[in-house]
Nanobody, 114 residues
Framework: VQLQASGGGLVQPGGSLRPSCTASGTISSTAAAAWFRRVPGKEREFLAGIVGGGTTDYADSVKGRFAISRDIAKKTVYLQMNSLKPEDTAVYYC?????????WGQGTQVTVSS
């Protein structure tokens, strides 16, 4: 099982990005998924999650600005990020549940700067 993350990039403050994370291999298309981010020198931060039934959860720091969604047919999870701020600059990682453990994507860099 592998997760391929893409869709990061450079965006101006106030802009939007929508990274995606596509799973390949024998993983359930409705496996729970989550997005995290890491800034160098800081702990990895949970951002958003979605479980098999579709219920979502968000960190307070991104609630109202970020939205997690999925395309079950494509085994892809998205993170719509709006009203981006410079402090959102980080490497963004996706994670999916795989049986009793987790699989991580390779990360995609998001830089918010003018």
């Amino acid at each position: 099982v592998q997760l391929q993350a893409s869709g990061g990039g450079l965006v101006q403050p106030g802009g939007s990005l929508r990274p995606s994370c596509t799973a390949s291999g024998t993983i359930s298309s409705t496996a729970a998924a989550a997005w995290f981010r890491r800034v160098p020198g800081k702990e990895r931060e949970f951002l958003a999650g979605i479980v098999g039934g579709g219920t979502t959860d968000y960190a307070d720091s991104v609630k109202g600005r970020f939205a997690i969604s999925r395309d079950i047919a494509k085994k892809t999870v998205y993170l719509q990020m709006n009203s981006l701020k410079p402090e959102d600059t980080a490497v963004y990682y996706c994670r999916r549940q795989y049986y009793g453990s987790y699989v991580w994507g390779q990360g995609t860099q998001v830089t918010v700067s003018s």
